[in-house]
């Protein structure tokens, strides 16, 4: 079975990678995504059975500031993948990474599966047009939402008290990704870690970030008038498969 991961060498991709050591992981020079008559040749040429998609534009500041890039990279990228499969190989498994920065983050629901999107910023709405593209078409596909941050110093000097998800780190959400592609699972499915955490708690689980301070939403923006709005609930349930558990396999 031939397995293509895009954003390989992203902060999940280096950790999916490891689970799929003999996945292609084209460079940009060799994959460019929104270039797309390169990744109609490059499909037609190799023919994955399984497309792992990580690639985006995730920085929400940098979407709302650069729209064309975070179009082009997130949107047009996803659709020329999609359209080169179907032509090339019309049985491929699509599997597409998506986020809980699909839903609007002023509704304190837990988000389950079936839940309505309503994104707060252009890159919550590129990431929910990249799934209807996804879910949209005639491939067999999986697309999992989850929210995750490298395990390693929190790179920020304060972290919200009162933005909150159910988190993982990148090495936990990535072993829950090879768990529901081997169970060949379809649809939509949330992948979660199991515990309700501020982004404040989750700092203090990294290594060598005793130091972070405190701050909430309010004092952020009073700092920050013209900020790019967040999603600021991030918290999502699962009917569909188990959570885990984020202190595992931690120092």
């Known amino acids: 079975m031939k397995i293509l991961l895009t954003g390989a060498s992203g902060n999940l991709g280096s950790e999916v990678r490891k689970h799929f050591p003999d996945a292609l992981m084209p460079p940009h020079e060799e994959l460019n995504l929104i270039n797309r008559i390169a990744v109609d040749s490059y499909i037609e040429k190799n023919k994955p059975d399984v497309i792992i998609h990580l690639a985006a534009a995730v920085s929400p500041p940098k979407c709302e500031v650069d729209k064309n890039w975070a179009w082009d990279t997130t949107v047009f990228g996803t659709i020329w993948l999609v359209e080169a499969c ?3 190989n019309p049985e491929c498994y699509f599997v597409l990474m998506s986020t809980p920065c699909v839903f609007q983050g002023e509704d304190e629901a837990p988000k389950h599966e079936d839940y309505i999107p309503y994104p707060d910023n252009f890159y919550g709405l590129t990431k929910m047009i990249q799934e209807l593209v996804v879910s949209r078409s005639h491939l067999k596909y999986l697309i999992i939402r989850g929210n995750f941050v490298p395990y390693r110093k ?3 000097p304060k972290a919200f008290t009162d933005r909150k998800s159910n988190y993982l780190f990148a090495h936990q959400l990535s072993k829950g990704i090879k768990e ?8 939509i499915i949330h992948v979660l870690g199991d515990k309700i955490l501020s982004m404040y708690e989750l700092a203090k689980l990294c290594p060598e970030s005793e130091n972070v301070q405190p701050t909430t939403w309010e004092e952020y923006y009073k700092e920050n008038p013209k900020a790019v709005k967040l999603t600021k609930n991030m918290v999502m349930e699962s009917t569909r498969w188990k959570k885990y558990d984020i202190m595992e396999g931690l120092k």
């Open 154 to 156: 929190w790179l920020y």
């Open 86 to 88: 179907q032509k090339y």
């Open 180 to 187: 529901v592609i081997d169970a060949g699972m379809t649809g």
